[in-house]
């Protein structure tokens, strides 16, 4: 039996969330192979190895040249990358966000741009992409699917809330805006549930110290509460009978590999607006912002003006909301009727199985490939 080489991989990926971190963790566990090396500051790399766990180690010391390169829905971080002189291999789950060409990674930068499938009769396949020999379609980056048991109740999930590192968002913002968050959100449809008499299994998410507190002071001492790892959540989902989560693409992709029904929560950050539309059936109730916080036609002109001003007006809008005694109105009314619509099956749509569940496979066949092709 011949033994694979090993080879040294950098890696990267954009903290919006967990959909990055979670993605590598997945492409990561297909490479045994690999001496991983996290690229960024020390504040990134600190966020990725917190989440990854003690189970991941990493390359004590730096090379002089690397092997290969993967950077997960991180357009900025190529160029630097690439100037390295590695092959770079990009992942991208939120290709169906990007519309221009300086959104997207430089694509002739790349050995290979991998985009997450995604249902295209909904959103078309952006101009860039089109007829690039470097582009591959990969399937949904998500966890091996398991067999689902249920009959553990309810598992909410706010995923990872927060954004780190991004230009001209400054850290307080994000905080008050998860705050506020939690406060027009979470605890209304914590109480929502208990007076309705539903049983919660867990509260899973990214939820702060202070946030945790409040909701063990709210629930059984049973309930899961805060941040899961990778490989907990997975088994949380199997026992579950409904997850009700933010729309964050790697959950609805993964809730759909194991058939768990599924309805959506507000939106936390600006992909989860189309992966709304995008993962669920037509006519569904997206439990979507009320015109009061979110208005759309505000949301799209901060969209042109980049990244930062859309994230600016989201969490502000967010914040002002929570100080208003209406919009708390208008939000719990929201879930109220997400909750009373909401089909057996959930509201995904029944063909996403169709976008397959290999893709951490087949980026880390590619990454292997480049790997060992850049050695010889």
Request: proline share 6%.
């Amino acid at each position: 039996m011949s033994v694979q080489p090993k080879f040294s991989l950098l890696a990267a990926t954009r903290h919006v969330g967990w959909g990055g971190v979670s993605k590598l963790r997945m492409t990561l566990d297909k490479l045994p192979h690999a001496s991983v090396t996290l690229h960024g500051d020390e504040h990134s790399v600190a966020i990725t190895r917190e989440y990854l766990g003690a189970r991941y180690t990493f390359a004590a010391d730096r090379p002089a040249k690397f092997d290969v390169a993967l950077v997960i829905n991180d357009p900025p971080a190529v160029n630097g990358i690439a100037d390295l002189g590695a092959p770079v291999i990009f992942v991208d789950s939120l290709s169906y966000v990007r519309k221009t060409d300086a959104e997207f990674p430089p694509l002739d930068r790349l050995a290979y741009y991998c985009a997450q499938k995604y249902p295209t009769d909904c959103f078309a396949i952006a101009g860039p992409l089109r007829n690039r020999e470097n582009v591959r379609w990969v399937d949904a980056i998500v966890p091996v699917p398991q067999k689902r048991r249920g009959g553990g109740g309810i598992v909410i999930n706010l995923g990872g809330l927060y954004v780190h590192n991004l230009a001209g968002i400054a850290p307080d913002l994000v905080n008050r805006g998860v705050d506020s968050y939690l406060d027009l959100v979470l605890f209304p449809l914590v109480k929502l549930l208990q007076s309705s008499k539903r049983k919660i299994l867990a509260i899973c998410g990214n939820i702060n110290a202070e946030g945790c507190r409040r909701l063990r002071a709210l629930v059984p001492d049973n309930v899961t509460v805060g941040p899961q790892s990778g490989g907990a959540f997975e088994r949380i989902l199997t026992d579950a009978d409904l997850l009700i989560s933010a729309p964050g693409t790697t959950t609805l992709l993964q809730a759909a590999s194991i058939d768990l029904p599924t309805i959506l929560l507000p939106s936390e950050n600006r992909s989860q607006i189309p992966n709304a539309r995008l993962y669920t059936k037509p006519g569904a109730d997206l439990g979507e912002w009320p015109e009061r916080v979110i208005n759309e036609s505000e949301f799209e002109r901060m969209r042109l003006q980049g990244v930062g001003a859309v994230y600016q007006y989201f969490f502000q809008s967010i914040i002002n909301a929570a100080a208003s005694k209406e919009a708390h109105e208008e939000v719990l009314a929201v879930m109220r009727r997400v909750l009373s619509n909401a089909p057996a099956d959930g509201i995904l749509d029944s063909n996403l199985r169709a976008l397959g569940t290999a893709g951490a496979e087949q980026v880390a066949q590619l990454i292997t490939q480049v790997a060992l092709g850049s050695t010889r």
